[in-house]
Every structure is written in structure tokens, then in C-alpha cells.
């Protein structure tokens, strides 16, 4: 009797089938006839269901694999299946009845001990869930405006609190979220747009940790709300977000560079004044003048003479793991700005900071962090010193990072007035790079103005 418990707990526990006896070791006793009769027609029935289950037609296939975000079978589960399994097997041979029925079903519940799998053939493809909700494609403008050059301009019927006309190509995401709520505006969702999984966390998603990002509130996927994107490539991004219903952000159009002084395809003339191609037919006069023309005029004479800067090469993907922002000097416990820079404090410590608190602090104080890479950018050799350089003495010297192996001095002097050719010349010989136009900003531009005029002798430099 104890060893019928035991053999009934054991499949109780394992297979889920409810109790199962097999035959005792004993003949059974007149009173029991019927019991045993009924046990193994039980038998019968189980057998017949295992073998129909084992048997699972191709065109109902079952997951055989754990799900990825799964844990696997540890070795003190995997002990105790094989434990009770060699018990069970133990107990069975002792039988002195052993009926076809009986094999049967006993064949067929090791086969279902013998793996925490579920019983079928593999089904290794991807099952898409797609999002319920909308996800917002920030690469375009809102609802009802139309694209003009880099602005996006209100509709007629707009009638919103905002002004009809905005530059939202240096907006964050959660910048321009807060945008469509304070002028009642709507971006449209995500269509089947070319996915960048060069960002490092799917749309809406958080980076809270260096690769790890967090889910938004209204995600609604079955996956995990924590995703460590650290090693996954572009494939592997692609079938996470088809198994786990949510997008990495639409591919937005290259930024435009307006570093040269006319648009593209204009020829530029003395005093900088540049003049239209022959087949311009734009609402603007054929000549412009560009002396003094700021990267703000040049957008604005993009969306009013319907011309355009050249698209950068490349894109640069910001760091917001670094240390600091771009051109600011790392201390001991803080970054120091340039000496131009005056928007934000000049002292800043990120020591507690997520990636995406850095990446608002940013976005609020006009700032840039570093690339990622720069092996594909265009380079910004308007910037008076080397990428993770930083200036000082006025804007004159270039203090190389601590990290610098190079074959030059740690520090160089007049860089900024250098040529590009003569630049890039210098970046083979130190082993050194410039940096690329998406990373440097006004205050590391300024740097370079700054460096021709007389200083104060009371001026701090690092």
C-alpha cells in the first residue's frame, strides 16, 4: 500500500495526470477484482491519450524549446525528475502483472518524466506580437503640419496654443512628448518604417543603466519589462521586438551639416555671397548674401527659398554612458565646462545619473555627448582640438585624455588654426581623431572665436 502512494504522488507531482496505480506485487485479493479492473481500464485510457498526445500532428506544432526569458531547468530539479523517474521504474519492475495496456501507458509517462518540455515537435518559428497601442514616429512631424526644410509648419486649421512653425530636429523624445501635450498636437504612429537599431533601446523605452532599458508604463508585450541590450545585434533586436510586440524608432532622416557657407549645389563668390544653379526655380532671388549667416539663418533660408544644406555622413550615436559631455573636462568627481559655455552650471556631477537622466540634462543645457564611433561620421574640423581633447588657455592648447597612447605630446598648441588638410594629416601622424558634426555644439565652436581675444588674468583654466 505505501508503495501505491508512492507511485501516485510520483506521477501526481511530475506528469499532472492525476493518480495512477499500477498493478500491486501481490495477486489481487476476490474483493479487489473489480478495483483492478477498473485500474487498468484506467490504464488503457491513459495510454491511449499519452500516445495521441506524443503523436502531435505538424499542423498544431507545440514549443518544445523554454522561452528565452526563461530561466532553464536547474541541476536540483533535473536530480530529483531523475530520482523519481528511477524510482518509479524500480516499482513497476517489481510488478507481477504486466499487461500491453500497462507498457503502454508506462512507456508513454516516461516519456512525458523524461523532459520538463511539453510534449510535440519544435516550432522554431517567430510569432509576431504586434503593439496595441500607437508608438509615436518622432521622425516626423505632427499630424496635420507639413514638413518645410528642417521646420515642421502648422496646418490652417491648427488653432493650438503654439507658434505655427518649429525646428524639432534637436528635440529629445521626452521633449517632443511634452510638445504634442502643451500644443495640443498629435505625431502619427509607427507604419512599417525601417527600424534603427542603432539606438539602444526600442521606442519609448528608457535607457536606466548602461545597455539596460526600461519598459514604459503603457508597454503591453508579454516579455519582461528590463531588456540588457548589451551584445544583441541588429538581428537579434529584430526578433526580440517581433516576439515581445514593440518597435525599435523609425530610421530618421539624415541631419544637414551648414558648415559650408552656400547650399548645395550653389556656387559660392567673393564676400561670400553665393548664387542659385540655372535650373533653380525656388521663390528666392538667384543671389544670396551669407556673410554673418548663422546655422538658425540657413535653416530658415532652407524652408523660405526651398534649397538644402548637404545630408552629414554617417550618424552619430550619442554615449550617454561617458563620463562627461563633449569638450567638458573630467575631474575628480565632476565635469567642467568650457569656458564659453553659459547656459547650465559650469560644475556638474553625473556620478548618480542613468544614461537618460543625462540624455534630458543634455537636451536642456545645449550640450552633446560623445559619439559612440566615429569610424563612418563627418568629421567637424571646425572644432579647435581632437575628439576627447579639451581646450584651454584661451582656446590655444589641447590637452590630450588620460587614456591617450598616441605618438605625440599630450599637449598641442594652436590646433585651431590649423587647416583641414593640415588636420587631417595630424590625425595619422598623433593617432587621433576630430570629432563628428553631431557631437560638437556652440560652446565648443566658441572656443575657437574666443581664442583671439585678450583674457583676463583672473580667467581659471583646466
Known amino acids: 500500500m505505501a508503495a501505491r502512494i508512492f507511485i501516485i504522488f510520483v506521477c501526481e507531482f511530475v506528469c499532472g495526470f492525476g493518480a495512477i496505480v499500477f498493478s500491486p506485487a501481490h495477486p489481487p485479493l476476490p474483493a479487489e477484482a473489480a478495483a483492478a479492473a477498473g485500474l ?15 503523436q502531435t500532428s505538424s499542423e498544431t506544432p507545440e514549443q518544445v524549446e523554454p522561452a528565452a526569458d526563461k530561466a532553464k531547468e536547474n541541476e536540483e530539479e533535473k536530480e530529483s525528475r531523475t530520482e523519481l523517474l528511477a524510482a518509479a521504474s524500480l ?16 512507456e508513454a509517462l516516461r516519456e512525458a518524466m523524461s523532459t520538463p518540455s511539453r510534449i510535440g515537435r519544435p516550432d522554431r518559428s517567430i510569432e509576431e506580437h504586434t503593439a496595441s497601442t500607437c508608438l509615436p514616429d518622432f521622425t516626423k512631424c505632427p499630424k496635420g503640419w507639413n514638413q518645410e526644410g528642417v521646420y515642421c509648419v502648422a496646418g490652417g486649421a491648427y488653432s493650438g496654443p503654439c507658434a505655427a512653425e518649429a525646428d524639432l530636429t534637436e528635440m529629445s523624445v521626452e521633449q517632443k ?10 505625431f502619427p504612429c509607427q507604419a512599417d518604417c525601417a527600424q534603427n537599431f542603432q539606438q539602444t533601446c526600442p521606442s519609448l523605452w528608457r535607457e536606466i543603466g548602461s545597455g539596460v532599458c526600461s519598459a514604459p508604463l503603457q508597454y503591453e508585450g508579454s516579455c519582461a519589462a528590463r531588456l540588457d541590450v548589451t ?5 537579434d533586436k529584430s526578433t526580440w521586438s517581433l516576439r515581445c510586440g514593440a518597435r525599435w524608432p523609425c530610421t530618421a532622416p539624415k541631419q544637414r551639416s551648414y ?37 538658425l539663418d540657413k535653416k530658415a533660408f532652407e ?45 556638474k556631477s553625473f556620478n548618480a545619473a542613468t544614461p537618460a537622466t543625462k540624455e534630458d540634462w543634455a537636451h536642456n543645457c545645449k550640450v ?84 583671439t581675444r585678450p583674457r583676463k588674468s583672473t580667467e581659471a583654466v583646466f
Request: aromatic letters at 10%; a negative charge.
Open 40 to 54: 487498468q481500464w484506467k490504464g488503457r485510457t491513459l495510454a491511449n491519450k499519452l500516445q495521441q498526445a506524443s
Open 91 to 106: 516499482f513497476n519492475a517489481a510488478s507481477s502483472q504486466n499487461t500491453e495496456e500497462q507498457q503502454a501507458a508506462e
Open 177 to 186: 512628448i511634452a510638445f504634442a501635450s502643451f500644443c495640443a498636437v498629435a
Open 231 to 235: 551584445g544583441m545585434s541588429e538581428e
Open 259 to 295: 558648415e559650408d557657407v552656400c547650399p548645395k549645389g550653389w556656387s559660392l563668390q567673393s564676400g561670400q555671397v553665393c548664387t542659385a544653379p540655372t535650373n533653380y526655380n525656388g521663390p528666392c532671388e538667384h543671389t544670396a548674401y551669407m556673410s554673418g549667416a548663422t546655422a
Open 303 to 347: 524652408a523660405t527659398c526651398h534649397a538644402e544644406w548637404p545630408e552629414t555622413a554617417g550618424e552619430c550615436m550619442h554615449d550617454y554612458s561617458a563620463a562627461c559631455p563633449f569638450g567638458w573636462f573630467h575631474g575628480d568627481d565632476e565635469c567642467v565646462a568650457p569656458l564659453t559655455y553659459n547656459i547650465c552650471g559650469k560644475r
Open 368 to 451: 552633446k555627448f560623445p559619439c559612440s564611433d566615429r569610424s563612418t561620421c563627418q568629421k567637424e574640423y571646425a572644432a579647435p582640438c581632437p575628439a576627447d581633447w579639451y581646450a584651454f588657455g584661451g582656446g590655444g592648447s589641447c590637452g590630450a585624455p588620460s587614456s591617450y597612447s598616441g605618438t605625440c605630446a599630450p599637449v598641442l598648441n594652436g590646433l585651431a588654426d590649423l587647416s583641414t588638410s593640415e588636420k587631417t594629416a595630424l590625425e595619422k601622424k598623433c593617432e587621433i581623431q576630430w570629432p563628428c558634426t553631431g557631437e560638437v555644439y556652440a560652446a565648443v565652436l566658441r572656443v575657437k572665436e574666443d581664442s
